[in-house]
């Protein structure tokens, strides 16, 4: 866990969970600086983004492993995910609400990445979309950060996030990994 120089009580809520977690505690620097500071401490050999502010459901990591591991060529993958805010859920599939690329397309992924594949994985089978995104993500980002999982490898050939872009380092970052090989 990166703590980005947090003012409230997240310090004592990660010392709660004593020697379960690594915690890495910096100065306030923004999301690019946090992932960067993240990637450089971490040990193993996938990676996923999470922030927050957000959670993740109970088979994500999994089934995120099962598709990376499927296939080596795949540089990154992402999910669906769903909003919520003070007083429930908003929405269970946000992508084409959030995302205007998806939203303005017919068939949403299915369109953007048209190999479809079964992946088992935390007792089910789920369907992944898999193709090369990066023509398609230059006209918008329909790749949710913070349901990003990447391999390092991903990551030694597409470098850093960016930490002169205070806004769309993420953006700017999928992209790169985006062209570095399949999504």
Known sequence: VVDDGST???PSLLKSYGNRIVVVSKQNGGVATSRNTAMRAASGDLFALLDGDDLCMPERVAVQVA???ADSDIALCSTEF???NADGP????????YYSALGRIEGGFRHLLPETRMVMADG???RVQVGHAFPEILFG???HPPTVMFP??????????DESLRNQCDWHWIARAAKAGRV
């Open 8 to 10: 409230d009580e997240t």
């Open 67 to 69: 598709a990376l591991t």
């Open 82 to 84: 769903s909003a919520f």
């Open 90 to 97: 908003v929405a269970p599939r946000y992508s084409p609400t």
């Open 124 to 126: 089910g089978t789920f």
């Open 141 to 143: 980002n329909f790749l």
């Open 152 to 161: 390092r490898s991903t990551w030694a050939a597409v470098g850093d996030f």
